[in-house]
Structure formats: structure tokens, C-alpha cells
């Protein structure tokens, strides 16, 4: 059974801890990696700029891929508002709260990384204070408020989140207040009382709020809903019946609910078939490729708690790390199904455990849905998951808190062999440091990289750079334009740091429209090299996907040939010629 005490001065203490140390780690190499696609689409947007100010089909110099990160002064909301509607497929608060933290900073010529992550990192260390409150609320527990704030601090999904340009941290906050607003709600069903007015509008307002930052709160949602559904009818089954003042607030809050994701339903038509949603497209699964969703679930929700260097340098590291996170895993499941089959058992926990499980397995169920059902693998990027991430952490905390209460009253830390178990202070602080590691991880970028690395394309260029030089990709979304602001943000920081010659002339650069018949970018890059010195050097990025014989044909006619192994970095697929040599 968990404490029941009031909050003293040194939960106050504990809790300023624990924010400082998170605070620390979100804040840390903030501005160390480079900007990805998703995070230009996050400036360019709240910048209230467009991407469609960029022309394409023709040739570019590095800067005007650059303008659409600059400050407008006359930009408002409205125009966020309407950029979102017409070249995107995202509500708006997060981006209007942007635009508002952008005008803060001191203005320059182009808005970096450190501007556009802190608002993420911001809201993610007002996380920390969240789950300690829920935490208290959930378990009444202190030692479970600080445990849930803890993980909070150190978790490597949490860090990795909060160092995105991007809008997951916001959702979290309000996921955390509307699984509050759920368990105060099932609480009052269970004593027959009413729900207080304060709790309904404010439950939907929370909703509202969330569906208004991100679209997959729907998700959070949905699992939350399905986790009181699965409750009533157990209490149903035992005989409950709830008074029509009862049913009737809960329905209004439910209509509620409905009503502020209603709001958004013609954004969501044919956002399904929109090109940028395309990636997450899996129809053609085959053998083992089936069990990738289930797999992806399981990596997401381990690195809430623990990350290893995956992605160093080393392939015996990496193979280290994957052969340790396996073993956590396994540790991990051991003592935390032990602990909430414990904990359900006890009746003044046994509510919080079923809702917290429920609102978890819910979202898992919804995922896998959509992934097989819909042939939509959303699983594949791990940032979704913040829809569940809440109750994870909260789950894991009442196991632990109940393990730390076990050891205080058996006395000291417990001997090893309790360790391995999963059991005692020192099981626990074991947990608490390998999140601590999974974080350094992050923050040293051998783990949770981003998603894209225009820094790996411009290091291959810079070692075998020629002028002119031309880089062109095959664009269907401003996707690849995102793509391509990171190779000349990019260019432009080496040139800063003096990694490349300030002297150098930088790349020209070509936005090729593609077709559904990818054939316009070929014609297009063969009209602009006839417009180009005869002699220079071709990047080609991402244009696998396009008519290979087709394009074969226009480099033979250009006499380009192969001048370097084709580069594979993440995001980017390039391949470099030497034109005009031949000729």
C-alpha cells in the first residue's frame, strides 16, 4: 500500500531537483544537430511565410532557400493560420505560439536551431512538474510523484522530444491534464457523485486544446475513452447503476469533446491521400516485415525508460547496445507486470492501475489498427508515441514506488540478488541512471539522431567540391524542400565555423517537380544543365524513384558520369557526376 501525506518542504525541494536536472538535459547541445524537414516546416510556418515563395523548376543560389526562414515583421497569425490551411496538414496552436516566441528573440538573418527548439524544450520540462502533480494525484503517493517526475527528467524520449522543433511536448502536457481529468472522473462515477462542472469544461477544454496542437491526441483520446468504457462495464457487471445527473454531465462532456474535433473534420478530408502523408504508407508487407509494427511499439516504449548508443560509430558498440537494451527489456517486463499485478490487487490502487493499463493497451490497440487496417504504419516514427508516453511513465512510477516502500520497510538496500529481481532501492536507482545514460546518449547524438543528416551531405561535398556545382532533387512536397534548406543551412554553418572557405562559391541548386509518371524532373534537370556551364559538378538527390532509363539517357547526353560512390545518409539519397569533361 502507498503513503497518504501532505506535501512537505522537502517534496518541494526534491521536485525543484528534479526539474533542474531536466531543465539541464533539455536545454544541453540544444543547437548541436541540424535541422531536419519536419522542424523547417515548423519556422517556415510559424514565420507565417510559405514554401511556395521558393520557385521551382528553375535554378536557385543557396539564398533563396533561405527567405522563407527569415522574420516577416508584418506576418500575423492569420497568415499562420492560412499557410497551415493551404500547404499543410496540421492545427495550428502549437505554430501560432511559435510565431509569438520567435518575435522574442533578437532578429536575424536567418532563424536557427536554438530559436526554433527552446519553445519545444520549454514545454518539455513544464512536463516534469506535470507528471509530479498527476503522479500524487494518481497514486496519492509523494514517493510516486517524485519517482514519476524523475523518469520524467531523465527519460531519452523525453529529451529527444523536447530537442524537436516540432509539436509533441505541448500534446504531452495536455494528455497529462486530460488523463487527470480522467481519473478525477472515474473516481466521482465510482463514490455516485456527480461531476463537477469545473471538471467537465475543463476536461473538454483540454481536449480541445489538444486536438487544436496535434491530431494524434485523437488517439490519446480514443484510448482514455476506451479505458472508462472498459471500467463502466466491469462496474456495470457488478451491479452499479449511476443516477441520470451522473450519466448526464459525462455525456456532456463527451458531446463536448466531439463537438471541439469536429471543428477540424474539413482539414481532415482527403488528408489520407495528401503527399505528405505517403510516407507512412505500408501496402506492400511481406514475411518478417509484418511483425515491424509490433516491434517498433516495443523499441518506443523502451526508450522511454532506457536508450544505449544504437546508432555510434562502431557496429560492435551498436550490436552492444541493441544486446543490452534486449536484456532491460526483458528485466523491465518481468518487474513491472509483477508490480502492476501487485499493485491490482490492493484496493485503493487497483483503479488507478486498470485506467493507466487501459489507457496504454488502448493506444497500442488503436496503433496497430491503423497500421494493419488502414496500411498506415504510424509506428514507424517513434515521436507518435507521445500519446501514450503519460501512462507509461505514470505505470512504471506506482511499480517503483511500491518497490522503494517494500525496501524501507524490510530495511536498507536490499542484497543483489533483489536487484536482479527487479526489486529494492537499488533496482530502482539502477533504473533512474540507465534513463540518465539513454539522455547522454541523445544529447552526444549516438542515439535518436535525427531523422534526416544534411550535415553527412555536405561533409561528402566539401571533401571533393568543384564549382560550379549544381544539386538538384526531385520535388513532390515542400518534404523535399525542407530537405534540401537543411543542405544550405548547413553549408552556411560550415562556412561560419570555417569548416569550408568563406571564398568558396556554395551550390546552385534546382527544385525539380516530379509527376505521378516521374518523368517532368528529368525533362526539367535537362533544360537547366543546357542552361549551365558545360563543365561542372551534379548532385543528384533522391531521385531514385524517377524513370531510370529516361534519366540515363539525358547524362549521357550531358556527358556526366559517376564521379564518387552514390552517398546513403538518412533522408538523403545523393549520387555526384563530373559533367562536360568529354565532351
Known amino acids: ?125 513544464l512536463t516534469i512538474p506535470a507528471f509530479w502533480g498527476l503522479g500524487w494525484v494518481a497514486w496519492r503517493s509523494p514517493t510516486a510523484a517524485h519517482l514519476a517526475a524523475a523518469l520524467a527528467a531523465v527519460s531519452p524520449f523525453g529529451v529527444y522530444l523536447a530537442q524537436e522543433a516540432r509539436h509533441y511536448t505541448l500534446p504531452t502536457l495536455w494528455g497529462l491534464a486530460s488523463l487527470a481529468c480522467l481519473l478525477l472522473t472515474v473516481r466521482s462515477l465510482q463514490a455516485a457523485v456527480p461531476l463537477p462542472w469545473w471538471l467537465c469544461l475543463g476536461w473538454v477544454g ?24 472498459g471500467w463502466m462495464l466491469y462496474r456495470y457487471g457488478r451491479g452499479d447503476r449511476w443516477k441520470p445527473l451522473v450519466w448526464s ?20 478530408q482527403g488528408m489520407g491521400d495528401s503527399e505528405l502523408t505517403q510516407w507512412v504508407y505500408r501496402g506492400d508487407r511481406a514475411g518478417v516485415a509484418w511483425l515491424d509494427p509490433l516491434g517498433q511499439i516495443i523499441g518506443s516504449t523502451l526508450t522511454m525508460l532506457y536508450l544505449l548508443p544504437i ?36 484496493a485503493e490502487t487497483r483503479l488507478t492501475v486498470a485506467l493507466l493499463a487501459g489507457v496504454w493497451l488502448g493506444a497500442i490497440a488503436l496503433f496497430l489498427l491503423i497500421s494493419y487496417g488502414f496500411q498506415r504504419d504510424i509506428t514507424s516514427a517513434f ?6 508516453y503519460p501512462a507509461v511513465l505514470l505505470l512504471v512510477a506506482g511499480v517503483l514506488a511500491q518497490a522503494w516502500q517494500n525496501a524501507s520497510t524490510r530495511g536498507g538496500l536490499w542484497p543483489l540478488w533483489f536487484l536482479l529481481l527487479g526489486r529494492g532501492k537499488g533496482a530502482i536507482v539502477l533504473v533512474l541512471l540507465l534513463g540518465l545514460v539513454g539522455s547522454l546518449c541523445v544529447l552526444t547524438n549516438v542515439a535518436y539522431q535525427k531523422t534526416h543528416r544534411p550535415d553527412l551531405v555536405v561533409q561528402a561535398m566539401q571533401q571533393q567540391y568543384s564549382t560550379p556545382t549544381l544539386v538538384a532533387i526531385a520535388h ?50 535537362e533544360t537547366s544543365l543546357a542552361t549551365l556551364p558545360p563543365v561542372l559538378d551534379l548532385w543528384l538527390v533522391n531521385f ?20 564518387a560512390p552514390r552517398l546513403r545518409a538518412d533522408g538523403y539519397r545523393a549520387q555526384r557526376y563530373r559533367c562536360g569533361e568529354s565532351r
Open 1 to 125: 500500500m502507498l503513503h497518504k501525506t501532505q506535501i512537505q518542504q522537502r517534496d518541494w525541494l526534491g521536485l525543484g531537483l528534479w526539474v533542474g536536472l531536466g531543465v539541464v538535459l533539455r536545454f544541453a547541445n540544444l543547437e548541436a544537430k541540424p535541422l531536419w524537414t519536419d522542424e523547417f516546416s515548423t519556422l517556415v510556418f510559424s514565420l507565417g511565410n510559405s514554401f511556395r515563395a521558393i520557385p521551382l523548376d528553375q535554378v536557385l543560389p543557396l539564398e533563396a532557400l533561405l527567405r522563407p526562414l527569415q522574420a516577416d515583421p508584418t506576418a500575423t497569425l492569420g497568415d499562420v493560420g492560412q499557410r497551415l490551411t493551404q500547404e499543410s496538414n496540421h492545427p495550428p496552436l502549437y505554430f501560432m505560439l511559435m510565431h509569438g516566441w520567435l518575435r522574442l528573440w533578437p532578429t536575424s538573418d536567418v532563424t536557427g536551431a536554438l530559436e526554433a527548439r527552446s519553445l519545444a524544450a520549454v514545454f518539455g520540462s
Open 206 to 229: 483540454v481536449n480541445g486544446l489538444g486536438l487544436a496542437t496535434h491530431f494524434f491526441v485523437g488517439i490519446t483520446l480514443l484510448a482514455e475513452a476506451i479505458a472508462l468504457f
Open 249 to 268: 454531465r459525462l455525456g456532456l462532456t463527451a458531446v463536448g469533446t466531439l463537438a471541439t474535433a469536429a471543428v477540424w473534420l474539413p482539414l481532415w
Open 311 to 346: 546508432q555510434a560509430a562502431s557496429d560492435r558498440v551498436q550490436l552492444a547496445s541493441i544486446i543490452g537494451l534486449v536484456a532491460l527489456l526483458l528485466w523491465t517486463g518481468l518487474w513491472l507486470w509483477r508490480g502492476c499485478w501487485q499493485l491490482s490487487r490492493e
Open 383 to 388: 515521436r507518435y508515441s507521445f500519446v501514450y
Open 476 to 525: 513532390r512536397s515542400h518534404g523535399q524542400t525542407g530537405r534540401m534548406m537543411g543542405l544550405a543551412v548547413e553549408w552556411q554553418r560550415q562556412v561560419d565555423s570555417a569548416a569550408i572557405q568563406p571564398e568558396l562559391a556554395p551550390p546552385l541548386v534546382l527544385l525539380a517537380q516530379d509527376n505521378p509518371a516521374r518523368k517532368r524532373a528529368i525533362a526539367t534537370l
Open 544 to 563: 531514385e524513384q524517377t524513370d531510370g532509363d529516361r534519366l540515363a539517357t539525358v547524362l549521357r547526353r550531358a556527358a556526366c558520369t559517376e564521379a
